[in-house]
């Protein structure tokens, strides 16, 4: 043993009754948030040894499925598991036998013949997730299912947040442009508020859903809040012929987050990928103010945290009953 703290990756965890879940925020209380918070950051420590590698999950193996183009978010998981010792099985749409007619309930059931521990899943329908759940004895990790749930992206904007500024509690965060179309903007909104932070969404009136979180259509009400978090249009979850913005080039003169619209010492963050230039310009982009790398960092060490707590503690037993073809 070094002299650096024990982290939980010090520790081979015992193996627990299968049935945990992290479907959606849902699942999850503010002791569960503030228990996998603590432990990310315990992990993040760990990172900062010279053998990155714990043991932790050693003879586990974690099977990422990924039906939607990701980079952020499957390299994290990927590299999660590796830190953490655990074999890896990746699964694309491309090149399986998806692309042959096979249901996501098969494809769900070939992989559990292997005995997976955990099946991290991102796809573009609605409800894949509590599929595979109820497919399989596998824990089950939601990466992102159309444009309802992104849960580890809320914990890690979480985390993010927390070492940017200090604080959760009391927190004002403006998320600006598409949350219609966001799974992302959905579920920070749900993890937000179970931490005690303000939420106003900004943007165009067809982007905002009601009953959300309070929304304004004035770009100027971003300079009241602490963290200003930018989305960019989701073309790919909008309806062919929808037409929610006259064009980006509109879009890009009312709405996006120009150091002009900002004010001295707001921090500020976007998921990915950027589109420099829309929503975002390139000099807030890449200013000190912006905290987007860190959440790349933090998607690491959450991720970490997440795999070692479905497997010992974990989060609250969640309904499997939606269907999926």
């Known amino acids: 043993m070094t002299d650096l703290h024990v982290v939980p990756g010090d520790l081979l965890p015992p193996r627990t009754p299968k049935g945990r879940h992290l479907l959606s925020v849902a699942d999850l209380d503010r002791d569960d948030i503030e228990r996998l918070l603590a432990t990310a950051q315990s992990f993040a420590l760990s990172q900062a040894r010279d053998t990155k590698k714990l043991p932790t999950l050693r003879g586990r193996l974690i099977v990422n499925m990924f039906y939607e183009s990701s980079t952020r978010t499957s390299a994290s998981f990927e590299l999660a598991a590796k830190r953490l010792s655990a074999d890896t099985l990746s699964v694309k749409a491309s090149g399986s036998s998806v692309e042959k ?44 299912d159309g444009k309802h749930q992104h849960p580890t992206q809320a914990l890690l904007d979480l985390f993010t947040i927390r070492n940017g500024v200090g604080r959760l509690e009391g927190v004002h965060v403006a998320i600006v442009g598409d949350v219609l179309h966001s799974r992302v903007a959905r579920s920070l909104i749900q993890a937000l508020r179970l931490v005690g932070a303000h939420v106003t969404m900004v943007g165009p009136p067809p982007l905002l859903p009601a009953g959300l979180a309070p929304a304004s259509h004035d770009i100027a009400a971003i300079r009241d809040a602490d963290v200003v978090y930018v989305l960019r249009m989701q073309r790919e979850r909008m309806e062919e012929g929808a037409n929610f913005v006259p064009s980006l080039r509109e879009y890009t003169a009312r709405w996006a987050v120009t150091p002009d619209r900002l004010r001295p010492g707001q921090k500020v963050m976007h998921p990915g990928p950027m589109n420099r230039g829309v929503e975002i310009d390139p000099r807030v982009a890449d200013s000190p103010a912006a905290l987007v790398v860190d959440q790349v960092r933090a998607g690491l060490v959450v991720r970490m945290a997440v795999l070692y707590d479905i497997l010992t503690t974990g989060p609250v037993l969640v309904e499997t009953s939606l269907e999926v073809a």
């Open 101 to 144: 007619g096979e249901s996501l309930r098969d494809t769900a059931l070939t992989l559990a013949a292997y005995e997976p521990d955990v099946i991290v899943i991102r796809h573009p329908q609605i409800g894949a997730p509590q599929l595979v759940a109820s497919a399989t004895n596998a824990h089950v990790v939601n990466a992102g």
